[in-house]
């Protein structure tokens, strides 16, 4: 039975999970159909090769020695994935400073431009009168990442 390598074409397919078990994103069909879901990928198996640096160096490293069939849970330290959380990409801009038709809302996702015009896509965190409260962070920042693994072919 063959295994594979670095270098290998594989497909394989994942679910992916936060801590508390909230399914974040999954190439399995029936797993995202659910309206609890936050997946945000395209179903179905994924393609990469092995050591190409296109997914999780974690996950690449797991797949070499798998045989087709097999499965793998691997952990994935928030610092290796989104990284920490941090508090000082969370600022607010007054109300005056935000385009009149603009009404956000809290969850609402924007890309912004800085004063240098470098985008940073931002998630609003609050709304009040006066302001508008922005995180920067990406959304799993600071959270340690589960995926289970299935390696569907070795090309």
């Given at each position: 039975?063959?295994?594979a390598?670095?270098?290998?074409?594989?497909?394989?397919?994942y679910?992916?999970t936060?801590?508390?078990?909230?399914v974040?994103?999954?190439?399995?069909?029936?797993?995202?159909e659910?309206d609890d879901?936050?997946?945000?990928?395209?179903s179905?198996?994924?393609?990469?090769?092995?050591?190409?640096?296109e997914f999780?160096?974690?996950?690449?490293?797991?797949?070499?020695?798998m045989?087709?069939?097999?499965?793998?849970?691997?952990?994935?330290?928030s610092?290796?994935?989104?990284g920490?959380?941090?508090?000082?990409k969370?600022?607010?801009?007054?109300?005056s400073?935000?385009?009149?038709?603009?009404?956000?809302?809290?969850?609402?996702?924007?890309?912004l431009?800085?004063d240098?015009?470098?985008e940073?896509?931002v998630?609003?965190?609050?709304?009040?009168?006066?302001?508008v409260t922005?995180?920067?962070n990406?959304?799993?920042?600071?959270?340690?990442?589960?995926?289970?693994?299935?390696?569907?072919?070795?090309?």
């Amino acid at each position: 039975m063959a295994h594979a390598k670095h270098g290998d074409k594989v497909i394989f397919h994942y679910s992916a999970t936060l801590e508390d078990g909230t399914v974040f994103d999954s190439t399995y069909e029936d797993v995202c159909e659910d309206d609890d879901c936050d997946c945000e990928g395209e179903s179905g198996p994924m393609e990469i090769t092995i050591g190409s640096k296109e997914f999780f160096p974690e996950i690449e490293q797991a797949l070499i020695g798998m045989a087709v069939g097999e499965k793998k849970s691997v952990l994935i330290p928030s610092a290796d994935a989104f990284g920490e959380y941090d508090p000082e990409k969370v600022f607010s801009a007054k109300r005056s400073e935000i385009p009149e038709d603009l009404q956000p809302e809290v969850g609402d996702a924007f890309t912004l431009a800085n004063d240098n015009d470098e985008e940073i896509d931002v998630t609003v965190v609050e709304v009040s009168a006066d302001s508008v409260t922005f995180d920067s962070n990406h959304p799993l920042a600071g959270e340690d990442l589960k995926f289970d693994i299935e390696l569907i072919e070795i090309l």
